[in-house]
């Protein structure tokens, strides 16, 4: 990969921010994006990368979470008591 600098910035903050965009689109275009998967447990907004293929959530909290969702939506009373 070529990476090409337009100036070299003295704030560290800017080229810690211009490495972060790099990486990111490095990352976005290459060959690890396709095992890029959202968390698919409740309220959970994080992203990992897919290590093997039953992998589902991004941290074992949320693998709890969910499995006490479906425990709670499975056996909850009908009539809301």
């Known amino acids: 990969m070529r990476t090409v600098v337009a100036h070299a910035s003295p704030d560290p903050l800017e080229a810690l921010s211009a490495a972060l965009a ?3 689109i490095g990352f976005l275009t290459g060959p ?3 095992r890029l998967r959202a968390c698919t447990a409740p309220r959970c907004v994080r992203y990992f990368l897919k290590g093997h293929a039953r992998q589902e ?3 074992p909290s949320c693998s709890n979470r969910a ?3 479906r425990h ?3 056996h909850r009373s009908p009539s809301g008591t």
Request: aromatic share 20%.
């Open 72 to 74: 709670y939506r499975r």
């Open 67 to 69: 499995r006490a969702a």
């Open 22 to 24: 790099r990486s990111a």
């Open 57 to 59: 959530f991004c941290k």
């Open 32 to 34: 690890q994006y396709e």
